[in-house]
T-cell receptor, first 115, second 115 residues
Framework: GAVVSQHPSWVICKSGTSVKIECRSLDFQATTMFWYRQFPKQSLMLMATSNEGSKATYEQGVEKDKFLINHASLTLSTLTVTSAHPEDSSFYIC???????????FGSGTQLSVL | DQQVKQNSPSLSVQEGRISILNCDYTNSMFDYFLWYKKYPAEGPTFLISISSIKDKNEDGRFTVFLNKSAKHLSLHIVPSQPGDSAVYFCAASGRVDTGGFKTIFGAGTRLFVKA
């Protein structure tokens, strides 16, 4: 099956710093990638849809200036958590959709801890 | 507004028996449904899917049933194995007004398979 690589797998940072998370589709081109966030014992919450070459579409309640998404190529999307605060600590997961079907392939996730 | 609901947060089953995980959805625009399995600190992995034009799809020990009139789907695992112990997410996918696809996840059901 298709492979989505997400990096880093975990990061600890100080409050006020910015953190960049990368999501790559390794063996297919993904015009659309998705970013999810998961709090402990809760569901995957869609944060935004990342479209190659255009602006991301954010879900209601997600601050676009806080969570910057860049989808510069068909295989790479990045999520930057700007001026991170402890409440941003969470598990962030990206996914990508293969063309022509609706199956999502997920990265391995990034555990962000903001001190 | 939860569009995809998994009302059972956990389920415990004896090894060898059948596991039945349930999922309900509210939005009629969903036309493709998926089940994912997730271990802690990992990204979800795709298990099985079903299109709205079908009412059953089987893959080895996993079978998904869809009841469109009731907006209900279920995942059957038989026989259950200890390695099946994980969190199972139900997801529903469909076109949104902007023309793209959106996938919404349920809250997940934690399955425990006892040896």
């Amino acid at each position: 099956g298709a492979v989505v690589s997400q990096h880093p797998s975990w990061v600890i940072c100080k409050s006020g710093t910015s953190v960049k998370i990368e999501c790559r589709s390794l063996d297919f081109q993904a015009t659309t990638m998705f970013w999810y966030r998961q709090f402990p014992k809760q569901s995957l919450m869609l944060m935004a849809t990342s479209n190659e070459g255009s602006k991301a579409t954010y879900e209601q309640g997600v601050e676009k200036d806080k969570f910057l998404i860049n989808h510069a190529s068909l295989t790479l999307s990045t999520l930057t958590v700007t001026s991170a605060h402890p409440e941003d600590s969470s598990f962030y997961i990206c996914s990508a959709r293969e063309s022509l079907n609706e199956k999502l392939f997920f990265g391995s996730g990034t555990q962000l801890s903001v001190l | 507004d939860q569009q995809v609901k998994q009302n059972s947060p956990s389920l415990s089953v004896q090894e060898g028996r059948i596991s039945i995980l349930n999922c309900d959805y509210t939005n009629s625009m969903f036309d493709y449904f998926l089940w994912y399995k997730k271990y802690p600190a990992e990204g979800p992995t795709f298990l099985i899917s079903i299109s709205s034009i079908k009412d059953k799809n089987e893959d080895g020990r996993f079978t998904v049933f869809l009841n469109k009139s009731a907006k209900h789907l279920s995942l059957h695992i038989v026989p259950s194995q200890p390695g099946d112990s994980a969190v199972y997410f139900c997801a529903a996918s469909g076109r949104v007004d902007t023309g793209g696809f959106k996938t919404i996840f349920g809250a997940g059901t934690r399955l425990f398979v006892k040896a």
